[in-house]
């Protein structure tokens, strides 16, 4: 696959990130001149530094519709509207990609396979931040997202999901009512249409704020909950997925 014909659009919702977001856009600029990628960053209408932060590292900065529900579908589906990337890899603010050279190297690979529409990496707490019961969530939530993978019904967290341009636009991106789950529903109806893909060997950090704040038992069980009323009642149990 010729890097320099292939264009990556890196797409990051943000909602007052001014002290995240650096990081995960110094991190994609990092990638060798040979890769052609743009970074969008879809901004929710914050408050803080977040807009001026992302214009001086270089990243060109959409606002939401302030009309749209407030769901970080909207937000990434805002950012995918104005892509032109061939590939659409989408990045909450407060993750890190520690080798963007790497990642997209087996990015490109993968999708090599015309059947393999989208995927997502590996998800880790920050390495300096890392104890015990993030390492033991995190292995067993990876290994059911990879098995996931394998039959109709797939789940996947939204803090990287990576995707063909054209597979994105076929299923009509992300489904912006839904304020919890938006990024499995995603891949669900991806998955309808080609193949999923879990890069075992790629890892992507995220911050711990939400587990900290909330547990891993009020987070899975809110998840099974919402999942499980959304898919008998067809609608949201939470009128917001609260930020942290």
């Known amino acids: 696959m010729d890097n320099m014909k292939i264009k990556v659009s890196f797409i990051i919702p943000a909602l007052n990130e001014e002290k995240g977001i650096a990081v995960l856009i110094d991190d994609i600029n990092k990638l060798d001149k040979n890769y052609n990628y743009e970074i969008i960053v879809a901004d929710g209408n914050s408050t803080d530094k977040t807009v001026e932060i992302a214009k001086k590292k270089g990243a ?32 909450d603010a407060d993750t890190v990609i520690k080798d963007p050279n790497n990642f997209l190297s087996e990015v490109f690979t993968v999708f090599q396979d015309s059947q393999v529409v989208g995927g997502t990496p590996s998800l880790s707490i920050f390495p300096d931040e890392t104890i015990l019961k993030d390492k033991v969530f995190h292995y067993l939530f990876n290994n059911i997202v990879r098995f996931s993978f394998t039959t109709k019904a797939p789940i996947s967290g939204g803090q990287c999901q990576i995707v063909k341009g054209f597979a994105f636009r076929e299923v009509n ?30 890892v992507v950090y995220e911050s711990p704020r939400r587990y ?33």
């Open 60 to 91: 060109l900065v959409i606002r939401d519709n302030k009309d749209a529900p407030k769901t970080i579908a909207n937000g990434r589906n805002t950012g995918a509207g104005i892509a032109t990337g061939d590939i659409f890899i989408f990045c």
């Open 173 to 202: 991106g992300y489904n912006g009512n839904i304020v919890h789950g938006e990024d499995s529903d995603f891949f669900r109806r991806l998955r309808k249409i080609g193949k999923l893909h879990f890069f075992t060997n790629l």
């Open 212 to 244: 900290r704040h909330f547990g891993y038992v009020v987070l899975l069980m809110q998840g099974i909950y919402s999942m499980a009323y959304q898919h008998i009642f067809k609608k949201n149990v939470f009128k917001e997925w609260r930020r942290v």
